[in-house]
């Protein structure tokens, strides 16, 4: 278990490992899509390794709690995504409110600034879903109930 925390923190942190040669002549400055190619295989692999562990019997208060937790990142995750679109829709303007930047944008995404906010709304509701049923079948196995998510052998 140590192990894969361990990989996990590090691959959250690459980030930091990565941009601390530039930090004395750019500053701070997350460039994605430079350190893209590391990031990502790192929390393919920091997930392989969570399941593979056990992670014993989900309580009635660790199932809701991992509920709780998934929901508030989807909302963040979201305003997040909205707040960063919201300056490049409205050029930068910091005085312009979401109804002016709809009515006038600026700039749009390929599909527009509702068909965006709309897609990452439905990706976001079907992660939840996702891991609501997770959540849900491990509890259940956890405590006697069949598991849904289980392959049924005919």
Known sequence: MRRQS????????SRRFFQAQAIGTIG???????????????VIVS????DRIDPGPFSRHMAAGLKGAAVLVAFFYFWTFAQTLQPYVSSWAAD???TDVS???????????????????????????????????EHGQQHGAPNPLAQRSS
């Open 96 to 98: 312009r409110a979401w």
């Open 28 to 42: 701070i400055a997350w460039q994605g899509r430079y350190i893209l190619a590391v990031f990502i295989p790192l």
């Open 6 to 13: 361990s990989l996990l923190q590090r691959s959250c942190s």
């Open 103 to 137: 009515a006038n944008p600026s700039w749009q995404p390929p599909g527009g600034t509702s068909l965006s906010l709309a897609f990452i709304t439905v990706m976001l509701v079907a992660a939840l879903w996702l891991v609501w049923r997770g959540v849900t079948a």
């Open 47 to 50: 997930g392989m390794a969570l």
